[in-house]
């Protein structure tokens, strides 16, 4: 099945929310270009953890990317929820 790079509708996707964390790039899946409700579902090439460190109080704070086909990228924290299509 060829998965195309960017959707611009809902149609034959499956939407559901889930959480950031949970997703890996391993899996056929679109995120949307933007937090705007109109953007297109675009599909996810690539998923990394990351983290960073305040030099100051040593707190260490997790973060996910997600590479998008367009070649650009969202970021999240792994307890968001986020919108998730799936191509059926």
């Known amino acids: 099945?060829?998965?195309?790079?960017?959707?611009?509708?809902?149609?034959?996707?499956?939407?559901?929310q889930c959480k950031a964390g949970e997703l890996s790039g391993k899996h056929r899946y679109y995120l949307r270009e933007s937090d705007d409700p109109a953007a297109p579902w675009l599909f996810v090439t690539d998923a990394k953890y990351g983290f960073w460190t305040d030099t100051e109080t040593g707190l260490r704070t997790y973060y996910m990317t997600f590479t998008l086909s367009a070649g650009t990228e969202r970021m999240f924290n792994p307890d968001d929820m986020i919108?998730?299509?799936?191509?059926e």
């Open 1 to 16: 099945m060829v998965i195309p790079p960017a959707v611009a509708d809902d149609q034959h996707m499956r939407i559901e």
């Open 83 to 87: 919108d998730v299509a799936w191509p």
